[in-house]
């Protein structure tokens, strides 16, 4: 019972929620970048919350399962297709034995999730299946798929033809209206710039050499305000760190633990989503955040998955 | 009265910090409010990290609500005011760890020019660095990377203008003011100047890494016959 990758895509990782309560011993989070695309594809596959799933960047992976499955495509939007029939996101799909799923280029967003009901069969390393590139464990021997790989695949479905179901769900983690540059709510860090508005007056571009570990952005450069010299101190993910050359990096999952540059905010979890799917050279803006309202604005995000949780079990009622 | 500061960071860290500077008695100050936080187990508790003069503490999902990051702030300004328990740093009293080191110019590339620097011979260099009683200060950068403090002020050397592109695993080096062992082959700045056989961190073993923060560490010089023997061990 298996997945073979037929072609990698451009980084393809497994990843889980991450691991916690190691950063003492310097090591990162890891973790799917875009929370909200992993626990709805996970909800969608029939997993629970927190299963290991693909995360792909920018291009997608082909894959044969051996095994009928269900899997589910959320986050990034792209071109899908099983043995040359387009299948669409947001919705679960079922898979009959030796399906090829090909997954092409982002259209619109960096990342996208792919889980398969039953869970990719990874043990775990130090808690989490997750893949921790920088330090080269977990996952898929700690790097991206290659051709070749087989994943384990834990499936139990019975599946004769491909099934797609007309229905979806809408895979928007806020209210916020389309259109305009993506906003990112900082809270405050430890180091004020001069003025000190100057982060939120401009709009940013991610650099190319933006990574899981950091989103490098480019603008005007940035002043601290205390330019003197610091003493490394723990780093999380969300920091916003300022290097001399005064370009701001958004720390992410694969953040280091400590770090020496001056913090000048935090980005809140409930954008998170948002850092995760910027690709380089798109433009975001920042705007300054109180505790509660990050805390309001994770509920609220926590809320709407559960509510989309008991749609699809009362959807799996009507039809059992 | 206590004058470390607290203050949050992101949503469910807050950050104590009680000097801006990389000092030994500093960092045990450190060590020890980590280890009476951990002692007291609050039930929100999910980490304390230390760094060499901050310690992040961070916070149980499970205990969230609105408020929850205030009333930990405020548990913490009562432990910082209440009376200083007596609860040594972990490590405080134990025996050195002892890392074993091949000062052998295939792993030592940078000890010539850091010898000229100080003005000794490579062999005083080795002999001094053994001599240290060093303490890890903090983990942090890479898994299992243990910055140390104790360097004899005479071995203190700028980092390299152009970083090394690749540092092996296991190697010993020196950062300025401090030294440290790069678990993993990984770009670096710092002065090689040795390289250990043991294993800094391995994700599969029972305890990841070899040292943690607070510990003390003691450097032992030997041959390329003693490096090739204790890594045939760790191999197998």
């Known amino acids: 019972m298996r997945i073979e990758v037929l072609a990698p895509g451009f980084a393809t990782l497994l990843q889980d929620g991450g691991r916690s309560g190691l950063r003492r011993h310097g090591i990162a989070t890891a973790g799917a970048l875009d929370p909200w695309s992993f626990a709805l594809a996970n909800l969608l596959a029939g997993n629970p919350p927190g299963a290991p799933v693909l995360e792909l960047t920018l291009s997608g992976p082909t894959l044969r399962f051996h095994a009928a499955a269900r899997v589910a495509l959320c986050g990034a939007g792209l071109d899908a297709d099983v043995d040359g029939t387009p299948v669409p996101a947001s919705r679960p799909l079922d898979l009959p034995a030796g399906s090829v799923l090909r997954l092409g280029r982002c259209l619109d967003g960096a990342r996208a999730y792919l889980a398969v009901h039953g869970g990719l069969a990874v043990a775990p390393v130090l808690g989490s299946a997750s893949t921790d590139l920088r330090a080269g464990f977990g996952g898929c021997e700690g790097r991206p798929l290659r051709r070749g790989d087989r994943l384990p695949l834990d499936s139990s479905v019975a599946v004769d033809a491909l099934h797609v179901p007309a229905w979806w769900i809408d895979p928007a983690f806020d209210d916020r209206p389309p259109g305009g540059d993506p906003l990112v709510r900082l809270l ?26 950091g989103l490098r952005l480019q603008g005007n450069a940035l002043e601290a305000a205390d330019r003197g010299e610091r003493v490394s101190e723990p780093v999380v993910p969300g920091t916003v760190q300022l290097p001399p050359d005064g370009q701001p990096i958004v720390l992410l999952a694969d953040a280091q633990t400590h770090g020496g540059y001056p913090r000048i905010g935090h980005a809140i979890r409930a954008d998170w989503p ?18 509660a309202e990050a805390h309001r604005a994770l509920c609220g995000q926590r809320q709407r998955l559960h509510r989309i949780a008991l749609a699809l079990d009362a959807k799996n009622d009507r039809r059992a | 009265m206590n004058d470390t500061t607290i203050e949050p960071l992101g949503e469910d860290a807050l950050l104590l910090r009680l000097d801006r500077r990389i000092d030994a008695d500093v960092n045990a100050r450190v ?12 039930a929100w508790l999910r980490e304390v990290v230390p760094a060499y003069a901050s310690l992040a503490v961070f916070l149980d999902d499970a205990a969230d609500g609105e408020n929850y990051l205030q009333a930990a702030h405020h548990w913490l300004r009562a432990l910082l005011d209440g009376p200083d328990a007596a609860c040594p740093a972990p490590g405080a009293e134990t025996a050195p760890f ?8 295939a792993f030592a590339p940078d000890l010539d020019a850091l010898a000229a620097h100080a003005g000794l011979s490579p062999r005083e260099v080795v002999a001094r660095h053994c001599a240290g009683d060093y303490r890890v200060a903090m983990v942090g950068f890479a898994p299992g990377f243990p910055y140390l403090l104790g360097l004899d002020p005479r071995l203190a050397m700028p980092r390299r203008a152009t970083p090394r592109t690749r540092v092996p695993a296991g190697s010993v080096a020196i950062g300025g003011a401090q030294t440290g062992i790069y678990p993993r082959e990984s770009p670096g700045g710092w002065h090689v100047i040795g390289r250990t056989p043991l294993a800094l961190f391995d ?3 029972e305890a990841p890494c070899l040292l943690a923060a607070g510990q003390r560490v003691r450097f032992v010089a030997i041959d390329e016959a003693g490096f090739d023997a204790l890594s045939a061990g760790a191999g197998a």
């Open chain 2, 31 to 42: 060590h020890a409010l980590a280890a009476r936080i951990e002692a007291a187990r609050p």
């Open chain 2, 98 to 105: 002892d890392i074993p080191v091949c000062h052998a110019p």
């Open chain 1, 274 to 291: 948002v850092l995760a799917q910027l690709r380089p050279g798109e433009r975001l803006r920042f705007a300054p955040c109180t505790q």
């Open chain 1, 188 to 213: 405050p860090g430890s180091d004020a710039t001069t003025p000190t508005d100057a982060l939120f007056a401009q709009t940013w571009q991610v650099a190319p050499d933006s990574n899981r570990q």
């Open chain 2, 203 to 205: 994700a599969t073993r």
